[in-house]
């Protein structure tokens, strides 16, 4: 497999780690710490740096915390974080960084996709697989929760690319990728029930909020018909949602929005202006600048990027 190597940063920002493919091998690393605040060769808690690859990290114990999209994140049992390209991430300073985390992370470039990826004149962000990364270079960092039943499958997934990699057995290159595309569906579609996770905490506000957007999205709503709807003035609302979620109202709204968008658009034969008008949009064409904006693709692109 590839390895990573440090770019100097030039004193501008922090360094930038890129990674080094090797020909024949495939593009794809797996990291395992047990116990340890990093894997050995990792870069020491506080120092903050930045990948041009993908990274996935999945951690089945808790301890410590991580800095990422300037705010430091406890790292619990559960948790899976994904880092996009260009994101800078640093190991936090809460109990001695990540001292007794026990986790995987498994890294790889943009293309690894290969011929599954869409064609030259869409960026990887337009491939469904690595959508949830794409949300991670909005802003707001990709922290999700995997629920304890599910836990030890993704363990396994892990485990099951490494046990690849090392092993070096006929065909691994083609098995190695295949386990990292199981991660990556796993991934997705954990990243599309994030708003579900939250309805299951004990956030009754947050329950009403994401259960009117639920019931609604397909309308033409705005901040106030949502704040109406759980008795607080829009202000108010926004300050609350974005603290507990990093995120706004109009931005929850936007991704119910786009995560059907992007279902009718690969799962049905629908015209982008009827899948428009079925998200809420009465505007096909601002819907369709507003999708481009958001996954660095035309509807119609993401489409063809989605089929086989």
């Not at 992370?105 to 962000?125: C, D, K, N, T």
């Not at 707001?140 to 363990?155: E, N």
């Not at 202006?273 to 481009?292: K, P, T």
């Amino acid at each position: 497999m590839g390895g990573t190597r440090m770019l100097d940063g030039g004193g501008t920002g922090p360094p930038v780690y890129t990674y080094q493919v090797v020909p024949g091998e495939p593009p794809v690393g797996v990291l395992r710490f047990l116990g340890r605040e990093l894997p050995p060769g990792g870069p020491p808690p506080g120092h903050a740096h930045s990948h041009d690859f993908l990274v996935l990290a999945f951690f089945e114990r808790g301890g410590g915390s991580l800095r990422l999209a300037g705010r430091e994140w406890p790292v619990e049992a559960g948790d899976a974080y994904v880092v996009a390209p260009g994101e800078v991430i640093a190991v936090g300073e809460q109990a001695a960084g990540l001292h007794g985390a026990e986790g995987w992370a498994v890294y790889f470039p943009p293309e690894v996709l290969g011929g599954q990826a869409p064609g030259a004149f869409l960026s990887w962000r337009a491939h469904p697989l690595l959508y949830p990364f794409v949300r991670g270079t909005s802003g707001s960092a990709q922290r999700l929760r995997v629920a304890p039943a599910h836990r030890a499958a993704w363990s396994g997934r892990f485990a099951a690319l490494d046990g690849e990699l090392r092993g070096r057995s006929d065909g691994y290159r083609e098995a190695a990728l295949a386990h990292l595309t199981l991660l990556l569906v796993e991934l997705s579609r954990l990243a599309v029930d994030v708003a579900g996770d939250l309805r299951l905490k004990d956030e009754p506000l947050l329950a009403g909020v994401f259960g009117f957007i639920e019931e609604r999205y397909g309308e033409r709503i705005s901040l106030k018909d949502v704040a109406s709807a759980v008795s607080l003035t829009p202000g108010h609302l926004t300050t609350v949602v974005r603290r507990r979620t990093g995120r706004t109202v109009q931005d929850w709204v936007a991704e119910r929005r786009m995560a059907e968008a992007r279902r009718l658009l690969v799962q049905t034969d629908l015209t982008v202006e009827e899948v428009s008008r079925r998200v809420g949009y009465g505007d096909a064409s601002y819907f369709a600048r507003h999708f481009r904006r958001a996954h660095g693709a035309t509807p119609l692109g993401w489409r063809r990027a989605g089929r086989p």
